[in-house]
């Protein structure tokens, strides 16, 4: 679990371990800014029934960083960094996928019920996506 300022320098997509409290009353976790992830939260929101076959995402965010989170079900997230593409299946509510700003990601193969939980470290600018694909290749210098 990231907690020093030099694990604070991830530069590439990666799950994080939450806290988690087994508990025969029901399980729970938690995050705290800038302790468990390695950005200030300025926003939460969460995409929930999400018809089968649907994907959300497809695009970059420049400034934007985030944790997302199964709280629900299962699905995947897509991250591409504009050469590779790695594919993470979140299924447990106690590991959340962290992406750094500037990477192209999708979410996909939501399962019924799924409920996706993202923490990010902007207020919503819809500036601040990209969604051509030839125009994040060159945000990347690619
Ligand atoms: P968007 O992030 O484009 O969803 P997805 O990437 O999954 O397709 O959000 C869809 C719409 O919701 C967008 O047009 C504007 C609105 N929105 C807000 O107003 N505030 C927010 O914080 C978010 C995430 C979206």
């Known amino acids: 679990m990231p907690n020093t300022s030099e694990s604070f320098r991830m530069m590439k997509a990666e799950i994080i371990q939450l806290p988690r409290f087994e508990d025969p009353r029901g399980n729970l976790s938690f995050i705290e800014?800038?302790?468990h992830i390695p950005f200030k939260i300025e926003r939460t929101y969460w995409i929930y029934d999400v018809p089968g076959?649907?994907?959300?995402?497809?695009?970059?965010?420049?400034?934007?960083?985030?944790?997302i989170v199964a709280l629900s079900g299962?699905?995947?997230?897509?991250?591409?960094?504009?050469?590779?593409?790695?594919?993470f299946s979140?299924?447990?509510?106690?590991?959340?996928?962290?992406?750094?700003a500037g990477l192209w990601r999708q979410m996909e193969n939501f399962s019924t019920n799924s409920l996706?939980?993202?923490?990010?470290?902007?207020?919503?600018?819809?500036?601040?996506?990209?969604?051509?694909?030839?125009?994040?290749?060159?945000?990347?210098?690619?």
């Open 33 to 35: 800014e800038l302790k």
């Open 53 to 67: 076959g649907q994907v959300r995402g497809g695009h970059a965010f420049k400034e934007q960083q985030e944790l």
């Open 74 to 87: 299962s699905f995947d997230v897509v991250v591409d960094d504009g050469k590779e593409k790695q594919l």
């Open 90 to 100: 979140l299924n447990r509510s106690y590991y959340g996928l962290y992406i750094p």
């Open 116 to 142: 996706a939980l993202v923490l990010s470290s902007t207020k919503y600018h819809a500036t601040d996506y990209i969604y051509d694909y030839a125009e994040f290749l060159n945000f990347r210098g690619l």
